[in-house]
């Protein structure tokens, strides 16, 4: 049997479905406007400030000084959040009730806003009350694919790093969580996900 006994999921882009772009396809027309302005004025790079701990009123005046004409645009990203994330990844859902009815403790580690995760949460209530804890980067002003969020995780989840599985889209983050002794799965799909715990002998 498995040493491994419990799952430490990533959030976006494992089990929620969250681009930038979502959010500003319903304000801006498709085309070159669009494409230009998610890759050159409200970046990744730029949000990635709010996953440090950095609040959005800071973040947003910034570069609004550097964007003026973007203002009303820039303005929206912290209210309407939540129009960045459209559905849960296919499968997670009834992946996520499988592992929890097979008595598989839960956990997660997200490089998220603190600001904005809360009511991201609530509004998957049916994926997240299955979590016994979930760790927001933005809270602890650490980041993935740091050691010490792992560390701090690890110790306020009661888990060693050998009893952990751990799940996440993004392979610097993969690479963090398995130089600690988790087995760090790369996600692609559900179907390949579950496969593989089913040879942990996580799933029958």
């Known amino acids: 049997m498995s040493a491994r006994r419990a799952v430490i999921f990533d959030v976006g882009r494992v089990l929620i479905d969250w681009e930038i772009r979502f959010l500003y396809e319903r304000l801006i027309p498709e085309g070159e406007a669009l494409d230009a302005f998610v890759r050159d004025v ?8 709010h996953d440090m701990g950095r609040p959005f009123a ?18 929206q ?12 990844v296919p499968g997670m859902p009834e992946l996520l009730a499988d592992l929890d009815s097979a008595g598989v403790p839960l956990f997660a580690i997200t490089n998220f806003s603190g600001e904005f995760f ?22 602890e002003k650490l980041i993935k694919p740091d050691a010490a969020i792992y560390h ?4 306020r989840f009661g888990l060693r790093a050998e009893e952990s599985v751990f799940v996440d889209d993004n392979a610097d983050n993969i690479a963090g969580a398995a ?20 040879t942990l002998d996580l799933l029958s």
């Open 58 to 75: 800071e973040t947003s005046a910034e570069l609004i000084a550097r964007y003026p004409e973007h203002a009303d645009l820039i303005v």
């Open 118 to 139: 809360p009511p991201f949460r609530v509004k998957y209530p049916e994926m997240f009350d299955r979590f016994r804890d979930i760790v927001v980067s933005g809270d």
């Open 77 to 88: 990203f912290g209210p309407r959040f939540n129009e960045t994330n459209r559905a849960a």
């Open 42 to 49: 409200v970046t990744p790079e730029w949000h990635f400030q």
């Open 152 to 155: 701090l995780a690890l110790d």
């Open 179 to 198: 130089a600690l002794g988790m087995h760090a799965i790369l996600f692609t799909d559900e179907p390949a996900l579950r496969a593989e715990l089913k």
